[in-house]
């Protein structure tokens, strides 16, 4: 799941202010962005090598330390600690943790096969990004409108308002983020484009990716905060 995760870091935002909303958008996402780190330490290599071959169904990697289940344990560790300490909050300590979890139980119904601890150990999740990618994001589409709605629903009952235009700035930076996954779902940029073969001098889409999701979170952090308090109802 990619821009799904983002929503629960709004609402995180949302219930518990005191932290603040860039730290809730980064940890939302902090397994994601440990495995391009990974990648380039060589602990998380991603294939293919080819970023022009790339979809999300033929994307190869083992997220061992990224995503498996018991180091998850030391994320959500790093993320309390961070947020307790930071935010002087053990409440914005746990709801970072909390985002932890949530993003791997979001990855569950809608991303690529986790497991225990290693490959050889029991999955962990439906792996529908290799078995049926398009029911993936159907998945994440549903659960982004509804969490989106419940975000915009509790603005308007605390009081926040925002313009339309500003909505739909929120709005367009997820719809970004699902039809970027559908265009590379099952083709690649290289089948989209008719490119022929050449070497690009970096491997796989992590370069595209980083970018996707560094731009999303700033366009996130940008337009969110840009609302109003209604007088009356504050």
Known sequence: MLAGHYTTA??????????TLLYFLIVSQLQDLLWFAFHYLGLEPTGPSDAFNA???????????????????????????FGRVVFKSTKIGLVGAALLVGHFVLDFFSGHPHHIFGEETHAVGLGLYASNVYLAIAIEAIFCVGALWYFFREDVINGKL?????????????????????????????DILGLPEF??????NVPTLIFTYVGMIACLNYFVPKYKMDSLGA
């Open 55 to 81: 979809t999300l169904s033929n994307m190869t990697v083992n997220m061992l330390y990224s995503h498996d289940l018991i180091p998850q344990i030391a994320w959500m560790t790093i993320a309390f600690i």
């Open 10 to 19: 709004l609402i995180a935002n949302q219930k518990f202010p005191k932290g």
């Open 199 to 204: 070497d690009l001098g970096f491997n796989t």
């Open 162 to 190: 925002r313009t339309s235009k500003n909505k739909a700035a929120i709005i367009s930076v997820f719809v970004y983020g699902i039809v970027f996954m559908l265009m590379i779902a099952t083709n690649s940029l290289r």
